[in-house]
DNA sequence: ATCATCACTATCCATAAGGTACCTATATAT
DNA sequence: ATATATAGGTACCTTATGGATAGTGATGAT
């Protein structure tokens, strides 16, 4: 009840310099999440990554990738070899993340069942 | 250290019925976050919040509040006066939303830095 | 000689989110 | 008669995102 203000009108309104803003786009990602969750178990490589995330196209893990490491959340390890080799691991920031994306899941879990029961009261309502 | 498992994959991996999806895809909106936090100070008319909110288009914030009233996070209160008066106000799911929002803020804040180190060092790299 | 593997990379396309502009109704004020 | 305030709705457009598809280079296996 100190942080309890409504600060995020202090920065610009939400434009590109608020702090929320920046991590909400990163969460807003459709791979993120399940990438560092992914990753949390320890380094891994691209191949690993695919075929723990079935679904994700080899475009989409290498942006989600790229974007993380960019964001110093992922560290990328190329090893000069033939076939190539390339490891990814978390970085204290990227673990650091993943505590939060934890506090998030652990929100969503308990609450999902009110927001699904909202949900249809909802369509019934329109539906009468 | 507990909920310390893999388990956004023990849903179908983050189809339509993994609780974090759902939850993430909210918050995702662009002007979720700021329309809950600027609720927490209370109800409020269409019109206060519009000001409040300064560069949001009516349809976007009627949107935004038709959603989260969907969703069981906004009450809606029409007054059948003329001219019309419409007040919302967070429901108890709303305010525990809230609740996790300044979690992040609080996240984001405190890590920003290192984000935009990092960005900074990537693209100091790619100039190069 | 051909194929598969690894880790991408490039290109195109469909969808959807968000933005712009304009429309509604009614009562009061001028 | 006209303008204003209120709380929206609707049509249309642009852009960003994600997904599908195909290609790259090098080597080892068949």
């Known amino acids: 009840m100190d942080s309890d203000d ?3 009108f ?3 309104a939400f434009q590109r310099t608020c702090p ?4 909400l786009e990163m969460l807003a990602s459709k791979w993120v999440y399940l990438v560092v969750c992914a990753l949390r178990r320890g380094r ?3 191949g690993e990554l695919a075929r723990k995330l079935e679904g994700i196209t080899p475009k989409m893990l290498t942006q989600t990738l790229r ?3 960019r964001d110093g959340l ?3 390890e190329v090893f000069p070899v033939i076939p190539p080799r390339v ?3 978390l970085t204290g920031l990227g673990r650091n993340l993943a ?3 934890i506090q998030i899941r652990s929100w969503a879990e308990e609450h999902a069942p009110d927001i699904k029961e909202a949900r249809a009261r909802a369509t019934e309502h329109q539906d009468a």
């Not at 929320?20 to 991590?23: I, K, L, N, P, W």
């Open 44 to 46: 891994m490589r691209n």
């Open 87 to 89: 490891e990814y691991e």
């Open 6 to 8: 409504d600060s995020p």
């Open 74 to 76: 992922v560290r990328r």
């Open 20 to 23: 929320s803003h920046t991590v």
């Open 67 to 69: 974007v993380l490491e």
């Open 10 to 12: 202090g920065y610009d």
């Open 99 to 101: 505590g939060l994306l």
